[in-house]
């Protein structure tokens, strides 16, 4: 989020971001990517609370979710940094391992 902002204040100036950000020009670059990235976490982040949720309330904890939440941590701080860095296919990869981690945790409910 902050490396959204940040690019967006780049691009736009810190007086249109502290306004009502009607007809904001389109943010662009690294700093739309960012957002995206931002906004893709928001929805994974969501299934991966459900689910670390569920576990812990079923008592379904082991070390396999303790690995599926390592691994998901883990391969999301890279897909920001690879989306950022604007690499197409290796973001992808990276999102498939995320997906991966989430699996784990989900096999053992």
Do not use: H
């Not at 973001?91 to 981690?101: E, H, N, Y």
């Amino acid at each position: 989020m902050l490396v959204a902002v940040a690019g967006a204040q780049l691009q736009v100036g810190l007086p249109a971001l502290m306004g009502n950000r009607e007809d904001l020009p389109p943010i662009v670059g690294w700093a739309g990517r960012a957002r995206r990235a931002q906004f893709n976490m928001l929805e994974y982040l969501v299934l991966f609370a459900i689910l670390v949720l569920v576990a812990q309330i079923t008592g379904k904890t082991n070390a396999m979710t303790l690995l599926g939440c390592q691994i998901f941590f883990w391969a999301r701080l890279a897909y920001a940094i690879v989306y950022v860095a604007g690499v197409p296919w290796l973001r992808t990869a990276i999102w498939v391992v995320s997906v991966v981690g989430l699996l784990l945790i989900l096999l053992q409910l």
